[in-house]
């Protein structure tokens, strides 16, 4: 079955400073979609990068990067220079690429707090 | 540009009452999803709708229905409503059919659900 694992409930980074948040995934499929998404204290869920299974390099988003290691079935988000308004909760998601497969499974999230 | 619409943005009810929720896709998105997000927990996957045919179900109660209309818009009934139905429900909406992995969903405000 199809999980998402995300083992860092809280992490804090200091403004300007990079973070990585980390993110793995168990699938039996060979095509998948990973996504990360911010939710904010106000509470909406915000796209922020994609990452294709077959994709070949890693994805990137202006400050945004996802660190893709397939073997090891990780996909790490990367944000560098952080700001104060980067602080939130930042879930990974993936969905498979069955046919009638729609839905998007979530880990549990990582809550980010960036010190000024 | 244009943005997952839902309404209301908060709903209080009492036990057993019904609540309707409304989802007003991103315009010439064909397909709408809907989650349920409880205190601290990640989003669960409760329903999905391509083309107005039900494409993908979750873990939605059975007290619970959904439908898409000719528009695309789309409504999440509940009826009997319990405690535990208190949560953040979302919508999302995105283009393309199943069977494809990027198919990156784009997410309303969501809607707060408070049941007294």
Known sequence: AQKITQTQPGMFVQEKEAVTLDCTYDTSDQSYGLFWYKQPSSGEMIFLIYQGSYDEQNATEGRYSLNFQKARKSANLVISASQLGDSAMYFCAMREAFVGTYKYIFGTGTRLKVLA | ?116
């Open chain 2, 1 to 116: 540009a244009a943005g997952v619409i839902q309404s209301p943005r908060h709903l209080i009810k009492e036990k057993r009452e019904t609540a309707t929720l409304k989802c007003y896709p991103i315009p010439r998105h064909d397909t709408v999803y809907w989650y349920q997000q409880g205190p601290g927990q990640d989003p669960q996957f409760l329903i999905s709708f391509y083309e107005k045919m039900q494409s993908d179900k979750g873990s939605i109660p059975d007290r619970f229905s959904a439908q898409q209309f000719s528009d695309y818009h789309s409504e999440l009934n509940m009826s009997s409503l319990e405690l535990g139905d208190s949560a953040l429900y979302f919508c999302a909406s995105s283009l393309g059919s199943g069977g494809l992995a990027k198919n990156i969903q784009y997410f309303g405000a969501g809607t707060r659900l408070s049941v007294l």
